[in-house]
DNA sequence: AGCATAAATGAGAATAATTCTCATTTTTTT
DNA sequence: AAAAAAATGAGAATTATTCTCATTTATGCT
C-alpha cells in the first residue's frame, strides 16, 4: 500500500507539477536512457528556456565530457527535442521545444547578452502567417518555420531582464 | 573638352546607374582607400544581397589573403555598410547595407543553403513596430532592430530560387 | 612630387568551437 | 547473466576566425 501511495505520489509530482521527467522525455523518443542524457535534460528542463551552450558546460562541468555534451545536444535535435540559434555575438543557444510551450520568438540583449523568449499577439501570428503564404508563391517555397528576433538592449541592471513581467 | 565628357560619363554612369563606387563609399566613410577594400566592395556590389563569406574567400582567391578578409569585412562592419548573420547551418552571410535598399527579411533553404532578401508589407511592418512597442514596455527594453527569418525549402531546382520574380 | 609616419597587408601561427576517433564502459536485448 | 549494440571519455583533428609581426602601401605634410 504504502509503495502504491509513494508510486501515485511520483506519478502527480513529475507529470502534473514538474512536466516530464527527463527518463520519461528520451524513453518516450527511444533514445536509450543514459547518465549524461539525463543530466543535459535535467539542466535544460530547470531553466525552461534558452541556454548558452557555455552555461551547459560551466553547469555540467566534470559530469559529462564536452565532446558528450554536443553529443548529447545533437541527439536531442535529431529527435526533435532541441531548437539551436546563434545570438548576433556569436554564441550557440541552445533551448527545449515543449509541446506545452508557445511558439514564440527571441529577444536579444546586447549589453549582457542575454536571450529572452517572446511571444507576440495571435493577430500578430495570423497576420504573419499570411504574409508567409505570400512569399511562398512569389518564391515558390515551402516556408515550414519562422522566427522573428529583435535586438536591443535592457535599459535595467543586466540579469534581471530574465525575471518575468 | 573630351576629358570633361568623360568624366560627366564617369559621375552619371556610377552615381547613378552603378550607384556609388567602392572608392566613393569608402572615401565617404573616411577609411583609407585600399586594394583589398576595393576589391571586396566591388563583390559586395555586384553580388548585392546576400553572400556567404565562403563564397567570398573563393572569389577573392590569390587576390585577397584570408586574414585581410576578414579584417576588411570588420572594418566594414565598424562604419555600418556590412549586415553579418548566420544561416541555419551555421554559415556566416554577410550583405551590404545600402541607404537606398529597403528593410527587409531572410528565407532560407535548407536544401541549397540559398539565402534570398525578402520584402514584407507597409502593413505588416507597421503591425510589427507596435507589437514590438508593448515587447518594449514589458521588458523594459530598447529594441534597436529586428528581423523575421523564414525557413524552408525552395520547390524549384536551387539556384533558380536566385532569380527575381 | 617626395618623405616620414601611420595604417594596412600577407603568411602563417594561435585560438575557440565543434566534430571525430577509438579504446573502454554502459545499456539493451536475449 | 551473457552477448551485442550503443554511448562515453579523453584527447586528437578540423574548421572558422583572430592574432602576430615583418613587410608593403596609403596618407599628410612640405
Known sequence: MRIILIFLFEFFYYTLIMGKSSKQILSEHNVSI?????LVLEVLLDNKGPVTVDELQNVLNNKVAKSTLYRVLNDLKK??????????ENTTVVELILEDRAHHHHLFCSDCGEVIDVELSNKFEDFLAAEIKKIEKKFNFKISDHRVEMFGQCTDQCKNCTTDS
Open 34 to 38: 543514459t547518465n549524461p542524457r539525463i
Open 79 to 88: 529527435i526533435n527535442l532541441l531548437h539551436e540559434f546563434t545570438s548576433p
